[in-house]
């Protein structure tokens, strides 16, 4: 989405109720990690017919987070964390759904 720099470092499945998303976390390579970081939620609704629309996505700031890598879920209320590996800025970041329901996920929480 908006570009194709970058690759996933990390991807998980969120299937509950109506909803089927598929998270992906992507970070450059080959020093310039830092460029490209970004979390999207994708519509995997039609992933086994070649489709799948993006919903949302996020740019993860590099002075939070540097390097994107691991993706992990709270499956008990899909708040998301991402496992930041390189210094400076290594680092845990905990993205929260949005009570209101207008985005699948709301802000990047700031240690």
């Known amino acids: 989405p908006g570009s194709t720099q970058g690759k996933p470092f990390g991807v998980r499945a969120w299937q509950h109720g109506?909803?089927?998303?598929l998270l992906v976390e992507v970070a450059g390579n080959e020093q310039v990690e830092t460029n490209h970081q970004m979390f999207h939620v994708l519509d995997a609704s039609g992933f086994k017919h070649g489709r799948c629309i993006v919903l949302q996505s996020l740019s993860i700031d590099?002075?939070?987070?540097?390097?994107?890598?691991?993706?992990g879920m709270d499956?008990?209320?899909?708040?998301v964390y991402l496992a930041c590996n390189q210094q400076p800025h290594s680092n845990v970041v905990r993205l929260i759904r949005d009570s209101e329901g207008n985005d699948v996920l709301r802000r990047l929480l700031h240690p």
């Open 62 to 71: 590099p002075l939070h987070c540097h390097t994107p890598h691991l993706l």
């Open 75 to 79: 499956r008990g209320n899909g708040d």
């Open 18 to 21: 109506k909803e089927d998303f």
